[in-house]
């Protein structure tokens, strides 16, 4: 069956480090990826999307990689700071459609 | 530039009542829609998306529809609420199949 797994567990990490988390696919082959933040009672939010024949996208402090191969993508925020604690949701292209994982919490400590 | 509106913000119903919550984006034409709902803790799960007007493909099957009867306006109904209905209630705007723009939410209890 299709399955996107994220982290589970909340990342706790010391301001300035870096922050890297994980969403793993099986039986999917999206023709792109996307990141969105989400924030306590609101929507999500969109960061960045790449495509199957990329393998990484930066957007400032975001880097975004993809390999088809693993069926993985990274999401990596240098220079952690408090604000950017919140939940963190990858999502693959299915035609119209995105298939959301459940997401991974994010918090920055001071 | 573009606006995606939910109401109501908050609403709590009694198990049994009818529900119904509006969606209108501004700012955009033939948009692809989508109703999402969130348990708490949990991931998004796609409840209806639409691609055009009275077009609605559902995802899951339950007590809920959707309808579009404007090409910016997505509408979710129940005839009658479960207590399992209860959660945060998203709908979502995109263009070409990609990016989606997601409202405020409006978060259901009930009871």
């Known amino acids: 069956s299709q399955k996107i797994e994220q982290n589970s567990e909340a990342l706790n990490i010391q301001e300035g480090k870096t922050a890297t988390l994980t969403c793993n696919y099986t039986?999917?082959?999206?023709?792109?990826l996307q990141w969105y933040r989400q924030d306590p009672g609101r929507g999500p939010v969109f960061l960045l999307l790449i495509r199957e024949n990329e393998k990484e996208k930066r957007k400032e402090r975001l880097k975004v990689t993809f390999d088809t191969t693993l069926k993985q993508s990274l999401f990596h925020i240098t220079a952690s700071q408090p604000a950017d604690s919140a939940t963190y949701l990858c999502a693959l292209g299915d035609g119209n459609k995105l298939v959301f994982g459940a997401g991974t919490i994010l918090r920055v400590k001071s | 530039s573009q606006t995606i509106h939910q109401w109501p913000a908050t609403l709590v119903q009694p198990v049994g009542s009818p529900l119904s919550l509006e969606c209108t984006v501004e700012?955009?034409?033939?948009?692809?829609l989508y109703w999402y709902r969130q348990a708490a803790g949990r991931g998004l799960q796609l409840l209806f998306y639409s691609v055009g007007i009275g077009q609605i493909s559902s995802e899951v099957p339950q007590n809920l529809s959707a309808s579009r009867p404007q090409d910016r306006q997505f509408i979710l109904s129940s005839k009658k609420l479960l207590l399992s209905d209860s959660g945060f209630y998203l709908c979502a705007w995109s263009q070409y199949q990609e990016t989606q723009y997601f409202g405020p939410g409006t978060r259901l209890l009930v009871l």
């Open positions: 700012g955009t034409s033939n948009p692809n």
């Open positions: 039986n999917y082959s999206p023709a792109y």
